[in-house]
């Protein structure tokens, strides 16, 4: 699934797949300009996403023509003796290249989630620090 994103939130936009993923981030990059006037606009124009149902996506974020970041989140499941439970797993990664870019987005197609977090946590990135709103 592909979604948008705004101040508003989040908004699917159907199902995709792996090469129209690669051609909408493409033209999200191709689309970005120096300078937003109005901050829905920079947010619109800047951030997106592909989920596999509610819990499991990757949302991309375009800082400039050649920065990138990239955030995965996803439930991991957990168990201590007979206990078992899911966890929220985020982390976000800065991208410096298109093609590594395109790389971690065809891997997110193609593998589990489970697979994709092992994947995506073995990746030699710079990590985004968490966001912090006071």
Not at 86 to 96: C, I, P, R
């Amino acid at each position: 699934m592909f979604y948008t994103v705004s101040v508003d939130g989040a908004e699917d936009q159907g199902f995709v797949d792996i090469q129209e993923a690669l051609k909408i981030t493409s033209s999200y990059i191709n689309s970005q300009k120096a300078f937003y006037d109005d901050p829905d606009e920079a947010v619109k124009e800047s951030m997106f996403g592909f989920s596999i149902n509610q819990s499991d996506f990757v949302e991309v974020s375009i800082d400039t023509k050649e920065e990138f970041r990239i955030r995965l989140e996803c439930k991991c499941p957990k168990s201590f003796w007979f206990l078992k439970w899911n966890s929220l797993y985020q982390k976000e990664f800065h991208v410096d290249t298109i093609s590594k870019l395109n790389e971690i987005l065809q891997q997110f197609f193609t593998h589990e989630a489970l697979d994709f977090k092992s994947y995506f946590d073995s990746l030699n990135l710079k990590i985004s620090p968490p966001l912090r709103l006071y």
